[in-house]
């Protein structure tokens, strides 16, 4: 069926260096897509989203790429800091629907 | 702003008993939906509620129901639980609009034992 999966289940960098975490999505009528970063005992916690009829969107340290082309979707966070380690997920809706469909999250490990 | 609350934070029950999660929105927010998270599943969608209607329901069995009020606060109830229903169980709110970002709360961890 339609899903939205992650090409890495962990992904460790320096401290300092920019960090790129993508994701899949297989539903072509998917219209809105979030990312959001989940902490060890918190909730998911929005980032940046983006709509389908933009190809980038920037953030605080943060950029949202979008492919649909080859459905594909990507995080990009500079200068990553220990602070950025956590899981993070991507999540799609389509546009006939309210619910999010999550993908399987990214384990973000940033070293000193 | 005060975020999304869920309340109550942690529960233990036993197979066969029910549950009744709370979530009380972000102010404003008149749409809630709530999600189940397990290590194999990941993140699931159970059902969004807006103006004390269910607009939206995922694929989960009937045990699984909820409810919205007036104020836009909402309930979740599973009822005969099972030793599969232990998850984190998040509630996320949004304005009414579609394409708006979902806002989590911080979950209630139910352990079935």
């Known amino acids: 069926g339609e899903s939205v999966g992650l090409h890495l289940p962990t992904l460790s960098v320096q401290e300092g260096d920019n960090s790129i975490i993508n994701c899949a999505y297989s539903?072509?009528?998917?219209?809105?897509f979030i990312w959001y970063k989940q902490e060890s005992g918190k909730g998911p916690q929005f980032i940046i989203d983006?709509?389908?009829?933009?190809d980038k969107r920037q953030g605080q340290r943060v950029t949202v790429l979008l492919n649909k082309t080859v459905k594909h979707l990507s995080l990009q966070i500079a200068a990553t800091q220990p602070g950025d380690s956590a899981v993070y997920f991507c999540?799609?809706?389509?546009?006939?629907?309210?619910?999010?469909?999550f993908g399987k999250g990214t384990s973000l490990l940033v070293t000193p | 702003k005060a975020g999304v609350t869920q309340t109550p934070r942690y529960l233990i029950k036993t197979r066969g008993q029910q549950v009744t999660l709370s979530c009380s929105p972000i102010?404003?927010?008149?749409?809630v939906s709530w999600y189940q998270q397990t290590p194999g599943q990941g993140l699931q969608f159970l059902f969004e509620?807006?103006?004390?209607?269910?607009?939206n329901k995922g694929n989960f069995p009937g045990r699984f129901s909820g409810r919205q009020f007036s104020n836009s606060r909402s309930e979740m109830n599973v009822s005969t639980l099972e030793l599969g229903d232990s998850a984190l169980y998040l509630c996320?709110?949004?304005?009414?609009?579609?394409?708006?970002?979902?806002?989590f709360g911080d979950g209630t961890r139910l352990s079935i034992l």
């Open positions: 539903n072509s009528a998917s219209d809105y």
């Open positions: 102010s404003g927010h008149r749409s």
């Open positions: 996320a709110s949004s304005y009414q609009d579609r394409n708006q970002p979902q806002h």
């Open positions: 983006i709509r389908s009829n933009m």
């Open positions: 509620y807006f103006s004390e209607t269910q607009r």
């Open positions: 999540a799609e809706t389509p546009f006939s629907g309210y619910a999010l469909n």
